[in-house]
């Protein structure tokens, strides 16, 4: 994720901190609705999550095959790896 973030790594992972607390704190909550609940959260969650990543995937999937597009706040790729040696 912080390769995506070229501009703001620190909000990235403070993002990244704070979903998966709302996670935890959401699950447990739902978690106590009754004896099943854990079985049926557990898959909802597991669903959202799958959902989202197969939209992240076809998001990606559309913007790399845009030839020539620019992302504000990107960092040319010559720029990024010129001080890497």
Known sequence: M??????APTLAS????????LGNA???????LGYT?????????AAAALLLAFLSAALE???SSAPGRVVAG???????TAGRR
């Open 61 to 63: 999937r559309r913007d």
């Open 2 to 7: 912080l390769d995506q973030a070229h501009g």
């Open 37 to 45: 609940a854990p079985n049926w959260v557990g898959a909802a969650l």
């Open 14 to 21: 403070a993002v990244n901190i704070g979903a998966f607390n």
């Open 74 to 80: 990107a960092v040319p790729a010559e720029r990024r």
């Open 26 to 32: 959401l699950s447990a909550w739902l978690g106590g």
